[in-house]
């Protein structure tokens, strides 16, 4: 196997190029599913409390971040799905990286916009429950709880892994 085939000789697997791809994209696959499961639940959820009785009594900042956080899960839900309409309209074309780089790039967006759901909707639930203050604390707690574990965390962990080739980053 040359050299251009290889996909990374000095990664400790012997695969080509293709078999990487295909690797990577089952291993986006995985997380994608979380992903989509999560969104559209979390989608599903926030559709039915504009029906709900209660719904009318909500503020007026209350329905504003209501449907901020519904349309963030909306676009999250879009967002996770993505992949896998262009694993459709790509299909049999030989275009696996340009499905993992679209579907990396897309797995970060939904994670990114999932993220500040869940916090608008934390801060929603408190809004109601504590009203403005309580709702400002939430978010902020549940923005630092997501940056922490989303960002900072993953980022330190990859400052003291090894990276390719066994050497530290």
């Not at 719904?55 to 900042?61: D, I, K, S, T």
């Not at 799905?81 to 939904?110: I, K, Q, T």
């Not at 403005?132 to 939430?138: D, N, S, Y």
Request: proline share 3%; net charge positive; glycine share 12%.
């Amino acid at each position: 196997m040359s050299d251009a085939e290889h996909a990374d000789a000095h990664d400790g697997r012997n695969e080509t190029v293709a078999e990487q791809l295909d690797r990577n994209w089952t291993a986006l696959l995985q997380e994608l599913r979380v992903l989509q499961t999560g969104t559209q639940l979390l989608t599903g959820f926030l559709l039915t409390v504009a029906f709900q009785p209660t719904f009318r009594g909500l503020a007026g900042w209350q329905v504003a971040l209501y449907l901020a956080v519904v349309s963030l899960a909306v676009v999250s839900t879009v967002v996770a799905l993505m992949p896998v309409a262009l694993h459709r309209a790509l299909f049999r074309r030989r275009a696996m990286a340009e499905l993992v780089r679209w579907g990396d790039r897309m797995l970060r967006l939904g994670m990114a916009s999932t993220g500040i759901a869940i916090v608008g909707v934390l801060a929603l639930v408190f809004g109601v429950a504590a009203g403005l203050a309580g709702a400002l604390v939430a978010g902020v707690l549940g923005a630092l709880l997501v940056g922490v574990l989303w960002l900072a965390l993953p980022a330190g962990v990859r400052r003291h892994e090894p990276g390719p080739g066994g050497t530290s980053v």
